[in-house]
């Protein structure tokens, strides 16, 4: 099992991005050229993916990645326990034996809750490393008082958050006002404090991939240390030609700047198989540093019984009924 432990969790730290003076030329500097990124989002799809202990290795990696998730209204103080229990313990024990996983401490990247839960999600993860998530700033549509918004961060970090996803004004990058969206993300981040900010642009709801791009460039210019596609209620989600847009915005801001920001892919990745195309698109756009979790995150749930199910697979040869895999 020499290949699954070499792609287990390890800890990086990357100095923290603190934004830059906005730039309209950097902005207007901004394109894209849609054919080229749908030949090269094709080419992922198309090509034969990783197998047997190596996929193993990988799945094992992208559960250290994912924000284990609730965001449901009828979302209870227990319901959320149970997630953080899982959190904690993301695959079963004898699986992770057959592996030779037992004792390498494998979690999830965070929880991510409403901020009514945060209290309660801090608390049942007491004793661990892993990072309580608030979605903020009037998640999903982003419409509420900015006033309101701002005053909604500083209570999840005062409840002891230590991210916060917040979502843009999407009217914003629609009418072009950039300078308006960079000082909504920028003091945004300042009522993060130390709790590292994920901006949620609601890709798809921009329309184009060059406003993609831009929204990227103007959240990073003003301070985010993660970008995100979606809050998971647009009708379109996560994909993987909006994934390559903003990653190449990543990459970009990085050779400008030095600084690593990160990238979450949100809403729409429940299978297994799918999730190991973002991780080969990362790998591959970004290098090593983007499977780490301080740099990858996924926004999902469904996802982790989907690889729990394949994890059992290779151990067994069997594939178990789904209610085996609960997430709460």
Request: net charge neutral; glycine share 8%; hydrophobic share 40%.
């Amino acid at each position: 099992m020499a290949t699954i432990s070499k792609l287990t969790p390890d800890s990086h730290a990357h100095a923290r991005n603190p934004g830059l003076k906005f730039s309209l030329d950097a902005v207007e500097d901004t394109h894209v050229n849609l054919s080229a990124v749908e030949r090269r989002a094709k080419t992922l799809g198309g090509r034969r993916t990783v197998k047997k202990e190596y996929q193993a290795a990988w799945l094992l990696k992208a559960i250290s990645c994912i924000d284990l998730t609730t965001l449901s209204g009828d979302d209870t103080p227990g319901r959320v326990k149970r997630l953080c229990a899982k959190a904690r313990q993301p695959v079963r024990p004898d699986i992770l034996e057959a592996l030779g996983m037992s004792d390498r401490h494998l979690s999830t990247g965070a929880v991510c809750v409403y901020h009514t839960m945060v209290e309660t999600a801090v608390e049942a993860l007491e004793g661990t490393n892993i990072p309580v998530a608030a979605v903020s700033t009037g998640f999903p549509a982003g419409l509420s008082p900015f006033e309101l918004r701002v005053k909604e961060i500083e209570a999840s970090v005062a409840a002891g958050a230590k991210e916060i996803d917040i979502v843009i004004t999407r009217g914003h990058v629609l009418s072009g006002n950039w300078q308006a969206l960079y000082d909504e993300v920028k003091a945004f981040r300042e009522a993060c404090g130390e709790a590292h900010l994920k901006a949620i642009l609601g890709t798809g709801e921009l329309v184009t991939l060059r406003n993609v791009a831009k929204a990227s460039m103007i959240a990073m210019m003003a301070g985010a240390d993660f970008i995100k596609t979606s809050t998971g209620k647009e009708s379109v989600n996560a994909t993987l030609p909006v994934s390559l847009v903003m990653i190449r915005a990543i990459r970009a801001y990085e050779e400008m700047t030095g600084y690593k920001i990160g990238y979450k892919p949100a809403g729409g990745i429940s299978a297994a198989k799918d999730i190991l195309g973002y991780q080969i698109l990362m790998k591959e756009e970004l290098g090593n540093d983007w499977l780490q979790p301080d740099l990858f995150r996924i926004g999902a749930s469904s996802l982790l019984g989907d690889i729990e199910r394949q994890l059992e697979h290779f151990v067994t040869g069997r594939y178990s009924a789904d209610f085996r895999h609960p997430m709460a």
